[in-house]
């Protein structure tokens, strides 16, 4: 085995020819922990002995097995590598079944061209770390729910130990609930059960509700996101609109009935839940209209419900946002941008008489003139949301400074220059651009031969900064 001062992971090469197996062994053991077998029988014995290979080369015709044969039983062994086929053969059909039988990422034909097999197996390799990373992050997030979960059952716990009309424990209870969601709100540029609790605590003081109705809604304000907690973060950007697939909408009314569920074997919390539980009422206009022409709304859900809706329209990350997000591990909301969406929000909210009752709204727009409520003020600084830190802001100076914003184009709209910012990837995962790459001629006529060929699909969008680097 060869392994190299700087290895960039570990890689398996099969071939029967021991001269090509001799140049592909200097091609790349400058560069990673190598293994090498002269047919498939040989390196799944390397394989069953522990080897864990991010890539594997293989030669397709060899003795005792193919190379498409050997990866598929490779398969049982290390599912996660990636697959590479040197092949002999040109005929497309042989190709596409020998991909196809050993789950091949691509395949190069002989005699190849060293640059190109030295990119492939980079590409390969990029592959193979971006699945193990996608792994990590599914399994710390699996971690985190659990652990979320915990932390709602050992609350639900306490609810059952709280003796009925004890006010001081449930207050406890409440702040304990809160804290175990605050956590989860990570699609958000502001905190938004803390910014929810305050409209609603000002709302509820201009139109003068009973001491009692307060209390219940400040209630229902701070685990009204309870359903937020095991949801992942691209279904907590949903907006419940006629563009949102069916499927999708029962997950998320399934996941708010689910987290109610779990609270509604206590007395105490009855008044909480009715006022939680309307919030579903209020999620689209088509839906609220319906409900109002067969009910009347109570007010503390309508509060409740406003106050829910104006923060998600100016704070909530947009599926545009959330998908920069993605690809750039930050994503920023200048105070111009915040400024439009406080705007747009006061535009819908002040016209939705057929959502809101009247008083609610001409107590919403009272609380707007009199900029008494800090969370109706938009913020002067800009905002941001890292991946992994959830919200923070800049401070109001970074707003003077240049701002890369980016346009989504079509991938066969691509010109030279462009500065991409995400993969540009096949339909099988090979990466034809990568993040922050610019973007030449090369790249263009490789992605119209493979959108020509049905490889890459011509109706994808590619997120591009504005502005061509010459």
Known sequence: MSVPEKSFGKMLIVDDDRMILKLLTHMFEKSYELK???NGLLA??????GFNPGVILTDQFMPEMTGSQFLADSLKIIPDSSRLILTGNSDPKEIISCINEGKALMYLTKPFEQLELIQAVRI?????????ELKKINQDYFNRISTLERQLNLANAKIAETPVDNGGDVRTIIKFIYNVITPSERVYFTPHSKSVLEITQALANEMQLSTSSKTYLMYAAM???????SLPEELQILELDDDTPLEEKNLLLNQFNKSLESLKGFTELKPVIKIINRLWDFVNQETSQRTRNSTTSDSESQILALANQYHNLVYKLTKEQFTLLQQMDEVTQTSSETFKR???AKSILLKAVKIYDRDVINAFDELLKNSSVSCLVTRKETLKVS???GHSHSDSN???KPDKSFIKVKVTELEMGMQVGQDISSIRGAILVSKGDVVDIKA???IKQLVSTGLVDENINVLVLNKKIS
């Open 398 to 400: 970074s707003e003077t």
């Open 44 to 49: 799944l014995d390397v394989l069953k002995q």
């Open 124 to 132: 390969a390799f990029h592959q193979f770390n971006a699945k193990t």
């Open 444 to 446: 263009i006529n490789k």
């Open 387 to 389: 991946k992994l830190l």
């Open 223 to 229: 685990i009204h996101n309870l359903f937020c907690i």
């Open 36 to 38: 090498t077998a002269e």
């Open 342 to 344: 406080h705007e747009n």
